[in-house]
């Protein structure tokens, strides 16, 4: 069985790293922004499209406040960095929005945080790669007709790469990401080139059609709503943010200080890319409609189902560039790409914040372990699983899925900028020097405004998206919350059951006998080695126990059992429904039931073989037995192995294998040998 799973995960993820080459797989700046930041970088491949799509409910003539929209946007991204500036220096230690509210507001605000994110980082996969299967589809008819299925392939890939570590994983991501960027700031200043110097006149494909507004002349509250809503569907620009502050241990040192730039360079790439598609979009007249089918007309025919609806990017690119320029092809591609990629932020941030809760003892604690790659391997599957589920549910539709989006965010951003208040408040009660008094009250000033933003922002959010599909995100939120409040429960349970007493109890009193049980279906080489093995123990009672099941059998047993002169006594227990697990557990609790103060040590022989397939031939009455007895108080259970023919050649395997150098790897000894040799003759 080792060999059969050992090989392909080599092949896959790669030979297993010492835990003291942890610090090799540290990023450096370069490095950590494709890691932490594809997700806001990303993000606005598809977040100015959101915007008009939203606007356009009310019409083209609504277009003319996707500008403010964006400014609010920018605003917003520019509080959300410099607020999260301070909790990189403030908490370095990783644990982001959940250790500062959970260290600030108490350990049900940290929970409530922890949801959120948990719910955030699934979301994050979900909608990157329904997004970039979407846009991969305007060029690949295959990838349309199977969203589903290639968006799991995807998804699967991207484990894949992530389960080979962190560092490896980020130089693959680096190239991408930086291509996609390069390629947005060469659009948008070869458009503004184009626009402003040569004075062209640049036209999206879509430029010519109308659209049939659902809602025309908005006004008053509808109007206001209507904004707000285009608004908190812009703030999907906004998402991913928080894993920086979430991966501070994974960069290089001085950790705080290479966090804090790469949250800065991170706000500056995403707000001047955000904000230059809007004014390109608005520029060359691009046109979005919710129900494009029956909504955008072609010279007042409704384009039909049969029409694809390109993302705002692609239509830029197309009117700046020329359809099927290198350009245009260059940064379509990067742009699927990217958006494949933008869910490694959400398989960084995830099993990071999945092994601080382990070690708090809200998530299972194989959570906190480190893979062969010093990845956090058990979070990174329960990622990709929830993500696949999620994909599967939804059928890879990103503008279904992305009305879940952002909810989880901005609960994170406004609890950790409340807690981010609270912790000034505390250091300035203490705090005399008065230079940092002042760093601290212009950092709280930072986290006010941060906090009161966000929470408005949230608001909006709620009351704009619940019907829509945030509800969802709610009910993940509760979901975790719950299931975290019980683990942590049970292990806190488990924890005052097992804590060891001062003074003498129940069990640490040595029991008044053992009374030894050695299972016996036939006399073979394994039950003679555990029949010695029990008299070495010199037990105060020891009896063999076989379960009569075929009455043949029973008496050929007793026969050879007497003929061989066994001293040990045989006892035979009847069992008229051929069951062998049932009549042993009630003998074992009938002796336990005659004398409480007796331990009872069952010994099973068992053998071993050296195949898997093997396995499932033997041993299934004593896993079960063994499983049964477990839960019987005062019962040790003792397994005595007889390795086969089979497990020896196995073992031999094993250690051939331990042995094998690869070709090459081997020249001329070792190297504390090769010191030794002498340099030449004299």
Same mark, same amino acid.
């Given at each position: 069985?080792?060999?059969?799973?050992?090989?392909?995960?080599?092949?896959?993820?790669?030979?297993?790293?010492?835990?003291?080459?942890?610090?090799?797989?540290?990023?450096?700046?370069?490095?950590?922004?494709?890691?932490?930041?594809?997700?806001?970088?990303?993000?606005?491949?598809?977040?100015?499209?959101?915007?008009?799509?939203?606007?356009?409910?009310?019409?083209?003539?609504?277009?003319?406040?996707?500008?403010?929209?964006?400014?609010?946007?920018?605003?917003?991204?520019?509080?959300?960095?410099?607020?999260?500036?301070?909790?990189?220096?403030?908490?370095?230690?990783?644990?982001?929005?959940?250790?500062?509210?959970?260290?600030?507001?108490?350990?049900?605000?940290?929970?409530?945080?922890?949801?959120?994110?948990?719910?955030?980082?699934?979301?994050?996969?979900?909608?990157?790669?329904?997004?970039?299967?979407?846009?991969?589809?305007?060029?690949?008819?295959?990838?349309?007709?199977?969203?589903?299925?290639?968006?799991?392939?995807?998804?699967?890939?991207?484990?894949?790469?992530?389960?080979?570590?962190?560092?490896?994983?980020?130089?693959?991501?680096?190239?991408?990401?930086? &291509? @996609?960027?390069? =390629?947005? /700031?060469?659009? %948008?200043?070869?458009? #503004?080139?184009?626009? $402003? *110097? +040569?004075?062209?006149?640049?036209?999206?494909?879509?430029?010519?059609?109308?659209?049939?507004?659902?809602?025309?002349?908005?006004?008053?509250?509808?109007?206001?709503?209507?904004?707000?809503?285009?608004?908190?569907?812009?703030?999907?620009?906004?998402?991913?943010?928080?894993?920086?502050?979430?991966?501070?241990?994974?960069?290089?040192?001085?950790?705080?200080?290479?966090?804090?730039?790469?949250?800065?360079?991170?706000?500056?790439?995403?707000?001047?890319?955000?904000?230059?598609?809007?004014?390109?979009?608005?520029?060359?007249?691009?046109?979005?409609?919710?129900?494009?089918?029956?909504?955008?007309?072609?010279?007042?025919?409704?384009?039909?189902?049969?029409?694809?609806?390109?993302?705002?990017?692609?239509?830029?690119?197309?009117? &700046? @560039?020329?359809? =099927?320029? /290198?350009?245009? %092809?260059?940064?379509? #591609?990067?742009?699927? $790409? *990217? +958006?494949?990629?933008?869910?490694?932020?959400?398989?960084?941030?995830?099993?990071?914040?999945?092994?601080?809760?382990?070690?708090?003892?809200?998530?299972?604690?194989?959570?906190?372990?480190?893979?062969?790659?010093?990845?956090?391997?058990?979070?990174?599957?329960?990622?990709?699983?929830?993500?696949?589920?999620?994909?599967?549910?939804?059928?890879?539709?990103?503008?279904?899925?992305?009305?879940?989006?952002?909810?989880?965010?901005?609960?994170?951003?406004?609890?950790?900028?409340?807690?981010?208040?609270?912790?000034?408040?505390?250091?300035?009660?203490?705090?005399?020097?008065?230079?940092?008094?002042?760093?601290?009250?212009?950092?709280?000033?930072?986290?006010?405004?941060?906090?009161?933003?966000?929470?408005?922002?949230?608001?909006? &959010?709620?009351?704009?998206?619940?019907?829509?599909?945030?509800?969802?995100?709610?009910?993940?939120?509760?979901?975790?919350?719950?299931?975290?409040?019980?683990?942590?429960?049970?292990?806190?349970?488990?924890?005052?059951?097992?804590?060891?007493?001062?003074?003498?109890?129940?069990?640490?009193?040595?029991?008044?006998?053992?009374?030894?049980?050695?299972?016996?279906?036939?006399?073979?080489?394994?039950?003679?080695?555990?029949?010695?093995?029990?008299?070495?123990?010199?037990?105060?009672?020891?009896?063999?126990?076989?379960?009569?099941?075929?009455?043949?059998?029973?008496?050929?047993?007793?026969?050879?059992?007497?003929?061989?002169?066994?001293?040990?006594?045989?006892?035979?227990?009847?069992?008229?429904?051929?069951?062998?697990?049932?009549?042993?557990?009630?003998?074992?609790?009938?002796?336990?039931?005659?004398?409480?103060?007796?331990?009872?040590? &069952?010994?099973?022989?068992?053998?071993?073989?050296?195949?898997?397939?093997?396995?499932?031939?033997?041993?299934?009455?004593?896993?079960?037995?063994?499983?049964?007895?477990?839960?019987?108080?005062?019962?040790?259970?003792?397994?005595?192995?007889?390795?086969?023919?089979?497990?020896?050649?196995?073992?031999?395997?094993?250690?051939?294998?331990?042995?094998?150098?690869?070709?090459?790897?081997?020249?001329?000894?070792?190297?504390?040998?090769?010191?030794?040799?002498?340099?030449?003759?004299?």
């Amino acid at each position: 069985m080792s060999k059969l799973t050992d090989v392909p995960k080599r092949i896959l993820i790669g030979r297993a790293l010492r835990s003291d080459r942890l610090g090799e797989t540290l990023l450096p700046k370069r490095i950590a922004l494709p890691v932490f930041a594809s997700d806001p970088l990303s993000s606005v491949a598809y977040a100015p499209g959101e915007v008009l799509l939203v606007l356009s409910i009310a019409g083209v003539s609504a277009y003319h406040f996707s500008p403010w929209i964006a400014v609010a946007v920018v605003v917003l991204m520019f509080t959300v960095v410099a607020s999260y500036r301070q909790n990189v220096h403030a908490y370095p230690s990783g644990g982001g929005d959940y250790e500062v509210a959970n260290t600030n507001l108490g350990p049900k605000a940290g929970l409530t945080v922890a949801s959120a994110l948990l719910v955030d980082y699934v979301l994050t996969v979900a909608v990157s790669i329904s997004s970039g299967i979407e846009n991969l589809g305007s060029a690949v008819p295959f990838v349309v007709e199977h969203k589903v299925f290639c968006a799991i392939a995807v998804i699967v890939l991207l484990t894949l790469m992530n389960l080979r570590g962190v560092k490896e994983s980020g130089k693959l991501f680096a190239i991408p990401t930086y &291509v @996609f960027v390069a =390629g947005v /700031f060469i659009m %948008i200043a070869w458009g #503004a080139f184009r626009g $402003l *110097v +040569l004075d062209d006149t640049m036209r999206a494909p879509t430029a010519g059609y109308e659209i049939k507004a659902e809602h025309q002349g908005l006004a008053g509250f509808a109007l206001v709503f209507l904004l707000l809503r285009a608004f908190s569907s812009g703030c999907a620009a906004l998402t991913g943010v928080e894993a920086i502050s979430n991966g501070v241990p994974a960069f290089r040192k001085p950790k705080s200080k290479n966090a804090a730039t790469t949250l800065a360079a991170m706000g500056i790439l995403a707000v001047t890319m955000f904000c230059g598609i809007i004014v390109l979009a608005m520029a060359t007249k691009v046109r979005m409609a919710e129900n494009p089918a029956h909504d955008l007309l072609d010279k007042g025919v409704a384009v039909g189902s049969d029409y694809v609806q390109n993302p705002v990017i692609s239509q830029v690119a197309e009117a &700046v @560039f020329g359809d =099927g320029s /290198f350009f245009f %092809i260059l940064l379509a #591609a990067a742009t699927a $790409l *990217v +958006l494949f990629l933008a869910a490694n932020t959400a398989y960084n941030g995830f099993p990071l914040l999945g092994s601080i809760l382990a070690q708090d003892r809200y998530l299972p604690r194989q959570l906190h372990t480190r893979g062969d790659r010093l990845a956090f391997s058990n979070g990174i599957v329960l990622l990709s699983g929830a993500a696949i589920l999620l994909v599967w549910v939804y059928g890879a539709d990103s503008t279904r899925l992305i009305q879940l989006y952002i909810v989880g965010v901005f609960v994170s951003f406004t609890l950790s900028q409340t807690g981010m208040v609270r912790h000034w408040n505390r250091h300035l009660a203490t705090e005399k020097d008065p230079a940092k008094r002042r760093r601290m009250l212009r950092s709280r000033a930072i986290n006010t405004f941060g906090a009161f933003f966000t929470g408005l922002v949230l608001v909006v &959010v709620l009351g704009t998206k619940f019907t829509h599909g945030a509800w969802v995100a709610l009910l993940g939120m509760v979901i975790f919350y719950a299931v975290m409040t019980a683990i942590r429960k049970h292990y806190d349970r488990v924890a005052e059951e097992l804590v060891a007493p001062e003074g003498p109890s129940d069990d640490s009193v040595r029991p008044s006998r053992v009374h030894s049980v050695v299972l016996i279906s036939k006399i073979h080489r394994p039950t003679l080695r555990a029949l010695a093995y029990a008299k070495l123990m010199r037990s105060d009672t020891l009896e063999a126990l076989s379960v009569n099941v075929d009455p043949a059998e029973t008496r050929a047993l007793q026969e050879e059992w007497e003929r061989r002169g066994i001293t040990v006594p045989l006892k035979v227990l009847d069992s008229p429904y051929r069951e062998i697990t049932r009549p042993v557990i009630e003998y074992v609790k009938g002796l336990r039931r005659e004398s409480p103060r007796d331990a009872v040590s &069952v010994i099973i022989p068992e053998y071993v073989v050296g195949h898997w397939y093997e396995q499932l031939l033997h041993n299934q009455s004593a896993l079960r037995l063994k499983g049964r007895l477990l839960f019987t108080p005062g019962v040790m259970v003792t397994s005595v192995p007889y390795q086969l023919q089979s497990s020896e050649v196995a073992k031999k395997r094993a250690r051939k294998r331990q042995d094998w150098n690869a070709p090459g790897s081997v020249r001329r000894g070792p190297a504390e040998e090769r010191t030794r040799e002498p340099s030449g003759k004299n």
